[in-house]
């Protein structure tokens, strides 16, 4: 459930893969699907093959020869060829998601920044306000954290990649932009890690790679992506851009939820997050567009940085929702429970025939945290097991327990007796949204 000490352990559940798609766009309306979880879990170790990550021990530690084999030649140029496809499936939705760019040149891209600025500050999203409103707020800010734990260092690797070139020439202050950025974030990774600390959290890289979901690895791997690739850098700072604006907009409420959640007064890496105003955001989108406008032409320049900018904020809208979905199911498993019962009841009781799929499995057999495309109830006819959807929880079902797990929600398990038989019915929608 946890990796210690090894970076290089992200299991993606590859036997998936027998039945999954990758050949086709996966649209807006399915982004949250296996295809999607899995698709980013793959891409995220591609593009961190090209990052360094530091081995848990001497030789003879697993993580050594994990190591070998993530960082080996041919895992690489796999990487490489599998990326192209995995990109056309997870990110083709989002062209024509974005909203048009209504203004011109660099003076219309500044307005539009800054017009969601504003709308970003007004409202902080979904995910907080379910989180700080939760009856166990300790569980939420745990799971809240550990997607930061995902999403924040990408930033860092995206903005050091875009530090390494030769282009002052061409625009002499971005250079001392992005540095400043970057020597910040450096500086607050010690707060991170007081945390984290104080989460009872930590601080290995992936450690929690079992419980990210699959939109916080989406808006993670777009900055990887635009960042890695040296043509897209103009989308690559519309990408920078939103995330400052992001993480301006919802330091606040994540201050709150972790000084409630874990009992501290003063969160540093939350509340320590620089602050964002429309002045000096307006200054920065010139600063950094106006040269290379100069250069490259304003209308090619506007369209690639608008384009990082809305894709961003499409990702982090899909995002938000979902964390916000994902913590308020978590908060209410009892109230799934007793759906359960009744759904199932109703099954049995008027004979409905559904889809339906059984599982037999050993004892510590553990199931990679996963989601389901359609709404299903975890039914245990034999044995024991436990349920987990959340980092240090293992909620135990025993025979005739029954729980509604909705389709996209992320989730795990692991069998405690000799064997356990459990049943999962498949809910049709209508069904479901009759309790």
């Known amino acids: ?32 699907r296996l295809s999607g979880l899995l698709g980013h879990r793959m891409l995220r170790n ?51 998601a974005r909203q048009p760019l ?49 999403a924040r ?63 916080t690895l989406a808006g993670a791997n777009h900055l990887h992506r635009v960042g890695r690739d040296h043509e897209r850098f103009l989308e690559f700072l519309g990408a920078w851009v939103h995330h400052r604006i992001d993480e301006a907009a919802t330091a606040p409420g994540y201050g709150d939820l972790f000084r409630e959640g874990f009992g501290i007064e003063s969160p540093a890496y939350a509340l320590g997050t620089p602050a964002v105003t429309a002045d000096g955001l307006g200054a ?46 978590a908060d209410r498993l009892d109230e799934y429970k007793a759906k359960a019962e009744k759904l199932h009841h109703r099954i049995e009781s008027e004979n409905i025939e559904v889809d339906l799929e059984t599982f037999v499995e050993s004892w510590e057999e553990t199931s990679t945290t996963h989601v389901h495309d359609d709404h299903r109830l975890v039914v245990v006819e034999v044995g024991q097991m436990y349920f987990w959807n959340n980092v240090g929880q293992q909620i135990p079902m025993n025979e005739g327990d029954k729980l509604l797990i909705p389709a996209e929600r992320l989730h795990g398990s692991m069998v405690r007796t000799g064997t356990c038989t459990y049943h999962q019915p498949v809910i049709p929608e209508d069904m479901l949204r009759s309790v």
């Open 1 to 32: 459930m946890v990796n210690e000490a090894n970076p290089f352990r992200r299991p993606v559940r590859p036997h998936d893969l027998k039945f999954l798609d990758y050949g086709v766009p996966l649209p807006e309306d399915e982004a949250l």
């Open 46 to 96: 591609i593009y961190d093959a090209d990052l360094l990550f530091v081995p848990g021990g001497p030789a003879g530690h697993p993580s050594r020869d994990d190591a070998d084999a993530f960082y080996s030649l041919e895992n690489r140029i796999r990487g490489r060829q599998a990326a192209e496809v995995l990109e056309s499936h997870l990110f083709s939705w989002l062209p024509e």
């Open 102 to 150: 209504e203004g011109d040149g660099v003076q219309g891209a500044k307005a539009h920044v800054l017009a969601q600025f504003e709308r970003r500050l007004a409202g902080p999203g979904q995910a907080l306000a379910i989180a700080n409103a939760t009856r166990r707020r300790k569980d939420a800010a745990t799971f809240a954290l550990v997607q930061l734990t995902a």
């Open 153 to 215: 260092p990408a930033i860092t690797s995206a903005v050091g990649r875009s530090l390494v070139g030769d282009y002052d020439t061409a625009h002499p202050a971005l250079r001392g932009l992005l540095l400043e950025d970057f020597q910040s974030r450096s500086e607050r990774a010690a707060a991170y890690h007081e945390l984290l600390g104080q989460a009872e959290l930590i601080g290995e890289p992936y450690a929690y790679w079992q419980f990210f979901l699959s939109s």
């Open 284 to 329: 920065l989108v010139e600063a950094l567009l106006a040269p290379l406008a100069g250069r490259l032409g304003e209308e090619a320049v506007t369209t690639a940085f608008h384009a990082g900018f809305e894709d961003a904020r499409l990702l982090a809208a899909v995002a938000d929702r979902d964390l916000a979905v994902q913590l308020d199911w």
